[in-house]
């Protein structure tokens, strides 16, 4: 089979090279691509949020046999249906079940009317109305904007002050544009054994009848290390969570997983795809912090790895409302992924900086924003590239990762040096 890709980061190169592991895979397509889904794939330089572009990419290429769509903002625009629409096969929600993700305002009523454990939240659209309530309920507290804000429109406040200056960035200053309209002011969770509170991220198969949870992973949002600094899209990623437990797996089927997943059905709103489930271990057990109706950016980038069944096969099952015929298996072990950005992000960075890569041993580097330019590979974007090694456990994985960027260089890298050593029992 033939297959196109939508996405240009670290977890579309990561889809590709699961992809690429399968014997029915003749040829990859990349929109539009990094240097490194160059490497395995054909780069499309068609921009993906054009449907009608898109559309006319696939009817001049009838080769292509089935579409993955893996970012949020071209499943919020409806891509999915309009391609099924013209009878092209997908993986990836369509836009009435990505709400999830595109409105976190639906995510809380949904989570509220079926009784889903999440943190307690109001929502509002007026300005004055919100700050009454911020006031009364005072801090620490969340901010969140209801759209999609490029994983930037969530503001953990620690005091009144902090809480009043970001409803008035979000609301009227509009920050984060339209997707500010509306807001949500909600409880600031606290972990069971940490603070700031330990989070994993479940990303899950479903067809909206079954669903299968992926081995979990830990995301490290924070620029710095020790968890400090700006929120990024993600700095880090390390499987398996530590505090996960096959009881506590059953405890998240039964509490959240499944009751989301009937939940939609019943809402005429049946999800396909990769449904994430960030949550919260707390005092009062696991909590949603967010759904995500794709699968994370980097956590992809360490669950893929670990998939012993063939992904495609794994796809189509989804697709075809098949996945309870399949049996999905992951190896034992660990994987770690330390992302290499450019200096300055989140904030601003200079792009077009010569990579130089050594002999880097045994392990994978996904590539994020990178491009070619006269010859040369050259950093593109903030997240440039991803560090995957894998290991028996997450020390080994981790030990191998750190030792292969010793290798890699460019003006201004930066890194966080303490992926994979958190939340640790005992
Ligand atoms: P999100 O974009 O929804 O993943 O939120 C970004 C980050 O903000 C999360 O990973 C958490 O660290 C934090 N966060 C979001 N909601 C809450 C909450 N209700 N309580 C505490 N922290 C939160
Ligand atoms: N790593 C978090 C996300 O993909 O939203």
Known sequence: MNILVIGNGGREHAVLLALKKSKRVNKLYCMKGNA????????????????????????????????????????????????????????????????????????????????????????????????????????????????????????????????????????????????????????????????????????????GKTVVPMVTSCDHKRAEDGDKGLNTGGMGTFTPCPFWTPELEAEVMQTIVYPTVNALNAEGRTFKGCLYFGLMRTDKGMKVIEYNSRFGDPETQVVLPMLKTDLLDVFEAVTDGRLSDIKIEWEDGACVCVVLASGGYPLSYKKGKEIKIGDVGEVTLVHAGTAIKDGKLVTNGGRVLNVVAKGKTVDEAREKAYKAIEKISWENMQYRSDIGIKYREG
């Open 36 to 207: 490194g889904t160059a490497q395995i794939a054909q780069n499309v330089d068609v921009d993906y949020m054009d449907i009608a572009a898109v559309k006319k990419f696939l009817l001049s290429h009838p080769d292509i046999n089935y579409v993955v769509v893996t970012p949020d903002d071209p499943l919020a625009l409806g891509l999915v249906d309009e391609l099924e629409k013209t009878g092209i096969r997908c993986f990836g929600p369509n836009k009435s079940a990505a709400i999830v993700e595109w409105s976190k305002a639906y995510s809380k009523e949904l989570m509220s009317k079926y009784g889903i454990p999440t943190a307690k939240a109001r929502v509002f659209t007026d300005y004055n109305e919100a700050l009454v309530y911020v006031r009364q309920e005072g801090a620490p507290l969340v901010l969140k904007a209801d759209g999609l804000a490029l994983g930037k429109g969530v503001l953990v406040c620690k005091t009144l002050k902090e809480a009043e200056e970001g409803l008035k960035d979000i609301m009227l200053n509009k920050t984060f544009g339209s997707a500010g309209n509306t807001v949500l002011v909600e409880e600031c969770l606290q972990g069971l054994k940490y603070n700031p509170g330990e989070e994993v991220s479940l990303l899950t198969f479903t067809d």
